[in-house]
């Protein structure tokens, strides 16, 4: 690049210059001729001196391989600003994707449930040894798509999966999830009974995984669902340190229970989510980091479900994660 760029310069003097050296040249020659025509002895010395005719042709010759080495001067400028044009949008375009890079691990990126439960899935096929760590309502969806995803699993019996989930206690009180009575929202013990027995069923069905892919020799599971005494406000899905997605429960629902009854419930599943990823920079580890302690602590403090005593009479409720 530096021996082109010297070159560039070497002919742009150059063909400043030219102009005003094949002026003189040209008029040098006009004039000798001219003073040829009125002054007989300089007349008799051309006439007589036979290369005067092939230098004047070697000098039309030189003008226009001059005038070609300009054009092709030309060209090669031409070129090369077109080249570096070329490397300067393509240095602009890597500015902007990483700009638009840095923006998403600031801001985090939107997800659906549905491409968590995909992250879930290669979290699985990819890693021998992988934690999943969720907060929910109940679980729902989560725990169908987990049981398809490792009952697809390869046979590796060095594979080892832990599943934590913590959910709210239904044992205790609330009014959300719970009913309206006089125009207020209350608690609703019957309801409460079927979502504790929900959660119970969800983690019977995991704990039931544990035996299968035993047999088929794909690794070992441990599942385990805690609860904590807390109206559910925040999803939050971790998969090791590597990926974290969150959202709110942003929509309720009241339905009639076909008893009288208009029940408070609370969808999940169609929540629109942030991820974060470990690579994004680190505001996202920050982020990760911070979450992942939130849940430990919280999970530090709950109880197990197994040790808590279900609600009697349970009734079969709709939620929506």
Not at 17 to 28: H, M, Q, R
Not at 137 to 146: A, I
Not at 193 to 207: I, N, P
């Amino acid at each position: 690049m530096a021996e082109r760029t010297l070159r560039n310069r070497v002919a742009a003097g150059w063909a400043r210059a030219e102009g005003t050296v094949s002026k003189i040249v040209l008029l040098a020659v006009f004039g000798v001729n001219l003073i040829a025509q009125f002054v007989k002895p300089v007349g008799d010395a051309l006439q007589d001196n036979v290369y005067i005719g092939g230098a004047l042709l070697s000098l039309v010759g030189f003008l226009l391989y001059s005038e070609v080495q300009r054009l092709n001067a030309a060209h090669e400028t031409q070129r090369e600003t077109t080249e570096n044009l070329r490397d300067s949008l393509r240095a602009l375009t890597e500015q902007l994707s990483r700009l638009g890079d840095a923006q998403s691990a600031v801001a985090g990126v939107p997800i659906l449930q549905s491409q968590v439960l995909e992250e879930f899935h290669s979290a699985l096929q990819d890693k021998e040894k992988v934690k999943f760590r969720i907060m929910c309502f109940t679980g729902e969806t989560v725990v169908t798509s987990l049981k398809e995803s490792l009952q697809a699993l390869p046979a590796n019996e060095r594979r080892e999966v832990t599943v934590r989930f913590l959910v709210p206690d239904f044992l205790q009180r609330m009014d959300v999830p719970g009913q309206v009575v006089d125009g207020h929202a209350c608690d609703s013990p019957a309801f409460r009974a079927s979502l504790d027995d929900q959660v119970r069923r969800y983690e019977r069905d995991l704990k039931q995984a544990r035996f299968r892919m035993r047999d088929r020799r794909q690794g070992t599971l441990a599942v385990e669902f805690r609860v904590l005494h807390f109206t559910p406000g925040e999803k939050l899905y971790l998969i090791d340190d590597s990926f974290m997605s969150r959202g709110s429960y942003d929509k309720v629902v009241l339905w009639p229970d076909g008893n009288g009854t208009t029940v408070v419930d609370l969808i999940g599943n169609e929540v629109m989510l942030t991820c974060w990823r470990w690579g994004d920079g680190r505001r996202a580890r920050d982020t990760i980091s911070r979450k992942r302690e939130f849940f430990d602590l919280l999970w530090g403090t709950a109880r197990s479900l197994t040790e808590s005593a279900p609600l009697p009479a349970p009734r079969t409720g709709r939620t929506g994660d």
